[in-house]
Antibody, heavy 122, light 106 residues
Framework: QVQLVQSGAEVRKPGTSVKISCETS????????VHWVRQAPGQGLQWMGL????????AYADNFHGRVAMTRDTSTRTVYLELTNLTSDDTAVYYC???????????????WGKGTTVIVSS | IQVTQSPSSLSASVGDRVTITCRAS??????LNWYQQKPGEPPKLLIS???NLKTGVPSRFSGGGSGTDFTFTINSLQPEDVGTYFC?????????FGQGTRLEIK
């Protein structure tokens, strides 16, 4: 079955960076976009961007002002999220999620990872 | 595209009919999904394309609407339906979510 397995919780100091991984299985990796969505404590869902595993193309939400980078490794079927220049406002659970629209389109998040908690604190 | 969801919280009794609405800032056709999130879990996709119930989702859940106004309905609320519900538009990037509706049982 389709699975997305995320890396473990991280604690970072303000001004540093974090890189989270999301290992996928159970489907053709290059056929489906992968989204990253975060959720601050007690808050709603915020879409961060998506990556197209076939060619590595990306689309990011504007409000991260160049601090976000999404990459992928097709040999390990893994996608990565890196967020730089962290502040306390970046404390959140970060989810990767597979789209259900195949080959060059986006619709929404059909299958989600369990989430990675990132805490930013001095 | 902004998506305004209401109400932000809701309390209802078992067996009640519950309705949540989402309004998009522009015409998004039927490009709207609904998710359920239970505490400590990732969201779960319930309905795609405004009204398409996903496989395995109980038939008491339904969605409707198009253009700018959408509804999500639970017929005969069950205790396991407690959680937070989100709408999400995909007419254009960036993908945006409604603010969420927290549903509890009276």
């Amino acid at each position: 079955q389709v699975q997305l397995v995320q890396s473990g919780a991280e604690v970072r100091k303000p001004g540093t960076s974090v890189k989270i991984s999301c290992e996928t299985s159970g489907y053709r990796f290059t056929d489906f976009y992968v989204h990253w969505v975060r959720q601050a404590p007690g808050q709603g869902l915020q879409w961060m961007g998506l990556i197209k595993p076939s060619g590595g193309g990306t689309a990011y939400a504007d409000n991260f002002h160049g601090r976000v980078a999404m990459t992928r490794d097709t040999s390990t079927r893994t996608v990565y999220l890196e967020l730089t220049n962290l502040t306390s406002d970046d404390t959140a659970v970060y989810y990767c999620a597979k789209d259900w629209c195949s080959t060059g389109c986006f619709r929404g998040m059909a299958v989600w990872g369990k989430g990675t908690t990132v805490i930013v604190s001095s | 595209i902004q998506v305004t969801q209401s109400p932000s919280s809701l309390s209802a009794s078992v067996g009640d009919r519950v309705t949540i609405t989402c309004r998009a800032s522009v015409d998004i056709s039927s490009y709207l999904n609904w998710y359920q999130q239970k505490p400590g879990e990732p969201p779960k996709l319930l309905i795609s394309d405004a009204s398409n119930l996903k496989t395995g989702v109980p038939s008491r859940f339904s969605g409707g609407g198009s253009g700018t106004d959408f509804t999500f309905t639970i017929n005969s609320l069950q205790p396991e339906d407690v959680g937070t519900y989100f709408c999400q538009q995909y007419d254009n990037l960036p993908i945006t979510f409604g603010q969420g509706t927290r549903l509890e049982i009276k």
